[in-house]
């Protein structure tokens, strides 16, 4: 069982930066493979960024290429996602994810991962 709990979110203006973190429990974190997506008012859940386990290996949605950063602390059980430049139609809340193994074959697909936090809220104004 993988328990996540992010933390982080805020309010910013655009232009601005914010890290989320979402720290998880399990022995076997460093292993599999982490997503980080969202919901936008109005919108359905999307992917942002994924990261894999022992090589890191990342993939991000084109909307946020070049601004997002995720990143993974292993020794700590802990997922970032570093954002810059953040957009008002980026507002929405935030979620963790963990696939519960570490298949990194499309990682973009909510349905595959096992393991979802609970959320944190990021309101970007204009």
């Known amino acids: 069982q993988v328990q996540l709990v992010e933390s982080g979110g805020g309010l910013v203006q655009a232009g601005d930066s914010l890290r989320l973190s979402c720290a998880a429990s399990?022995?076997?974190?460093?292993?599999?493979?982490m997503g980080w997506f969202r919901r936008t008012p109005g919108k359905e859940r999307e992917f942002v960024a994924a990261i894999g386990g022992s090589n890191a290996r990342t993939y991000y949605a084109d909307s946020v290429k070049g601004r997002f950063t995720i990143s993974r602390d292993n020794a700590k059980n802990t997922l970032y996602l570093q954002m810059n430049n953040l957009k008002p139609e980026e507002t929405g809340v935030y979620y963790c994810a963990s696939r519960g193994s570490s298949t990194w074959y499309n990682p973009t697909r909510q349905d595959d991962y096992a393991y979802w936090g609970q959320g944190t809220q990021v309101t970007v104004s204009s």
């Open positions: 399990g022995r076997t974190f460093g292993s599999y493979v």
